[in-house]
Nanobody
Framework: QVQLVESGGGLVQAGGSLRLSCAAS????????MGWFRQAPGKERDFVAG????????IYADSVKGRFTISRDNAKNTVYLQMNSLKPEDTAVYYC????????????????WGQGTQVTVSS
């Protein structure tokens, strides 16, 4: 069973940047797709970004295109989410997840999830 631990969240002003990390343990995730989702208070969990097992195919939600970048380091069993030009509407708990398939999807059909890390963007 894989364990996923997110880190890097925090409080940042609008226009600022944060880099989230998701470290996997217990099982290598290098052969699997990874995704980032977020959930704001009172709202559903929404897809943010996904990356294929090799990093060759990447997908983003329209709301973050051009501002967020997902990447992975399979040697470190870690996935990252670089978030630039942050907006107050990006405020949410951010979750990473692993999907036991090669390609990421935008629906929450992932197999294991982390506990989440809070990102708060002040105006």
């Amino acid at each position: 069973q894989v364990q996923l631990v997110e880190s890097g969240g925090g409080l940042v002003q609008a226009g600022g940047s944060l880099r989230l990390s998701c470290a996997a343990s217990g099982r290598t995730v290098s052969s699997y797709a990874m995704g980032w989702f977020r959930q704001a208070p009172g709202k559903e969990r929404d897809f943010v970004a996904g990356i294929s097992w090799s990093g060759g195919r990447i997908i983003y939600a329209d709301s973050v295109k051009g501002r967020f970048t997902i990447s992975r380091d399979n040697a470190k069993n870690t996935v990252y989410l670089q978030m630039n030009s942050l907006k107050p509407e990006d405020t949410a708990v951010y979750y990473c997840a692993v999907r036991y398939a090669m390609l990421a999807v935008t629906t929450p059909n992932y197999d294991s999830w982390g506990q989440g890390t809070q990102v708060t963007v002040s105006s």
